[in-house]
């Protein structure tokens, strides 16, 4: 039977990781749990590419459609649209997704862990040779915008492919006429994605210590 691993989160570095997982043995079972109802398009995180981040993915980890690589010029991607593309590709290549669920129960000596639903279906149990736990790494709040000028100084700002602006900052100020509106827990936005690789290779490392063949 193929080891069956499950990521209790649909954090960019888990599916990173399950990539990593299946590069290495297509035969790996694996399944991401998310209480949001849809992976990726919503729920912005940092897409600012600092020197020698990109490319964060290889290419048959996206699918060939929803997703607008950096140019010339680019200084930041769209990260949920990443995330959807990234996403569409793992479950092309068998990931089960279990979204809108909650995690109600762990257990690490039963190897089980039981999922609630919404609605009629009210639990489920799923068995796992190896469980990946959500990592919350950081309580610092940036607040966040999508331009479409490139604001002053004051703002950490990226250009996305699409000609608008990516602007993060701290505390009461706000670019004008923003074309949306943001919120990310984290250290630097700009190290977000290059966190995210290294969050993955440490997700890996830990399962292989665990006896995780790949």
Not at 144 to 160: D, H, L, N, P, Y
Request: hydrophobic letters at 35%; glycine letters at 8%.
């Amino acid at each position: 039977m193929p080891d069956r691993i499950v990521f209790l989160d649909c954090s960019l570095s888990s599916m990173i990781c399950a990539h990593m997982i299946l590069d290495a043995s297509r035969d790996a079972d694996v399944h991401m749990v998310t209480d949001r109802f849809e992976v990726g398009m919503y729920g912005e995180a940092p897409g600012i590419i600092s020197e020698s981040v990109w490319p964060i993915a290889r290419d048959h980890w996206l699918s060939k459609t929803g997703f607008n690589h950096p140019g010339a010029g680019d200084t930041a991607i769209r990260s949920s649209w990443m995330k959807k593309s990234m996403a569409i590709s793992l479950a092309d290549r068998g990931a089960h997704f279990h979204t809108g669920t909650h995690t109600t129960e762990e257990s690490t000596e039963g190897k089980e862990v039981t999922l609630s639903y919404p609605g009629g279906k009210t639990t489920t149990r799923i068995a796992f040779d190896y469980l990946v736990v959500a990592n919350q790494l950081s309580d610092r709040v940036w607040r966040g915008a999508v331009t479409t000028k490139r604001s002053s100084e004051e703002f950490i700002t990226g250009r996305r492919p699409d000609g608008t602006y990516e602007v993060w900052w701290e505390g009461g100020l706000q670019p004008q006429n923003p074309l949306q509106l943001m919120e990310w827990v984290g250290e630097d936005p700009r190290e977000a994605l290059r966190e995210a690789v290294a969050l993955a290779a440490s997700k890996l490392s830990n399962l292989k210590k665990q006896g995780l063949s790949t």
